[in-house]
């Protein structure tokens, strides 16, 4: 509570400031820089304007090291749930602009009970990555990418885009002010950065919102699945429920997909598959995606190695799927894109999930039960060479043990 206040104390400072001197930069600066001398106020909201505008970067704090936050778990030992960190950012839409940006230490937020994202699942979601680097720089995986998606997800369910520069400016402060938290090198964990954007302002007519948050928690993970790449997990194939419909929202990163999946995800977890793949919802042939993952067959035939994945528009473009297309065609790989009827899953000799989450997760098994009949398709039981070889690359550039070639990472500053 005392970090809010003093959060609409700065602004109004700021505000006032800005009003009556806008030629004068350096009395905004002077006045921060007397307010943190005198402690009034924590460095957390000092922080919030600590941009290149505001602040220059001589008298921004200095970066810290990755690795030193005080944790419950060896930094190895990580899975992928919710730790607290030292704050989140926001900015907040209103009046069709978006406001300053606010790191606040506080992980609960207020919101309006008519919010559109409560009632109408007005929301969108992003995920990505930061690690840490053997020079402990950290550097954010893709992160244009996500940015791109997150204003796709937007204009689909008639939110205001976050602009592109906004984004990538976010993502730089949050890690920054979080990098104790960015596990260290050589853990294995990265610091999961996850951006929400959502209708905060109340509608009871079915309308968009008219104003709008931008939320950016960050949270060191570890794996999704236990066991991680070590341990190839059994799918079950849904033929009970579909994920998207052809000319839905599947193509788009909304939460209503979430939603959607939870029931078919919990009941295949309760049969004991941790991972469950999703069927076109239109003919049910074709392999569609996983639950939170993209759906990557592997043919390893000698001579011709072929990385297969679905084209389809109900399936959400994975920035881990795109990368690694791009790795494999460095790779020698032929890259096809394209339907995958169900019974060519007996032609994979790996199958792999990917994402952000999951990173590359090899898949032991597929399993269909039909009416009456099971059906299931094995694949290599261990990490087959292609997955390994695929999941190497991507965590090396990730963890910048080899050239980026591709331009991929963004250091933070
Ligand atoms: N497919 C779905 C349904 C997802 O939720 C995710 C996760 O973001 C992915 C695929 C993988 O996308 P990305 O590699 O961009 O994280
Ligand atoms: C991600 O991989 O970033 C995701 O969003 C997956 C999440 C739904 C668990």
Redesign the pocket.
């Known amino acids: 509570m005392r970090l809010f206040n003093a959060a609409i104390v700065l602004s109004t400072i700021t505000s006032t400031v800005t009003a009556f001197s806008l030629q004068n930069q350096n009395q905004l600066q002077q006045l921060q820089l007397q307010l943190l001398q005198q402690n009034a106020i924590s460095n957390t909201q000092l922080k919030v304007l600590a941009d290149d505008e505001t602040l220059s970067s001589s008298q921004r704090t200095p970066l810290g090291m990755p690795g030193t936050a005080k944790m419950d778990k060896e930094w190895g030992e990580l899975g992928f749930e919710f730790r607290p960190t030292k704050s989140h950012l926001c900015i907040t839409y209103k009046d069709g602009e978006w406001g300053e940006m606010e790191l606040n230490e506080d992980p609960y937020i207020q919101i309006h009970m008519g919010a559109t994202a409560l009632h109408y699942g007005q929301a969108c979601f992003e995920?990505?990555k930061a690690f840490a680097h053997p020079d402990n720089s950290v550097h954010v995986f893709r992160p244009d990418?996500?940015a791109k998606?997150l204003q796709s997800s937007c204009e689909r369910i008639l939110m205001p885009v976050i602009p592109h520069d906004l984004f990538l400016k976010a993502v730089n402060e949050v890690v920054r002010d979080n990098i104790a938290y960015v596990p260290p090198y050589g853990s294995g964990g990265a610091l999961y950065l996850r951006p929400l954007l959502f209708g905060s302002g109340p509608r009871i007519g079915l309308q968009p919102a008219d104003e709008y948050t931008f939320l950016l928690m960050v949270i060191p993970v570890g794996d999704y699945y236990k066991g991680g790449l070590a341990s190839p997990v059994d799918g079950i194939i849904i033929n009970d429920f579909d994920?998207a419909a052809a000319k839905g929202v599947g193509h788009v990163?909304v939460a209503g997909?979430?939603a959607a999946d939870l029931l078919p995800n919990m009941l295949s977890k309760k049969e004991g598959y941790p991972i469950s793949l999703y069927l076109d919802s239109k003919t049910q042939s074709l392999v569609e995606?996983?639950?939170?993952?993209?759906f990557v067959g592997i043919v390893n035939g000698g001579e011709e190695k072929k990385y297969v994945t679905p084209k389809s528009s109900s399936?959400?473009?994975?920035?881990?799927?795109k990368s690694l297309m791009t790795i494999a065609k460095d790779e020698g790989l032929t890259v096809e894109e394209r339907d995958i009827p169900i019974e060519e899953l007996e032609d994979f000799d790996e199958v792999l999930a990917?994402?952000?989450?999951v990173v590359v997760t090899p898949v032991g098994s597929l399993t269909s039960v039909g009416k009456g009949d099971v059906n299931k398709f094995e694949f290599s039981q261990e990490v087959g060479p292609i997955t390994q070889q695929l999941y190497d690359q991507v965590r090396a550039i990730q963890s910048g043990e080899i050239e980026d070639k591709h331009g991929w990472n963004f250091k933070i500053e």
């Open positions: 995920g990505l990418e996500n998606r994920r990163k997909n979430y995606e996983f639950s939170t993952s993209n399936v959400l473009p994975s920035i881990t799927n990917c994402g952000t989450a």
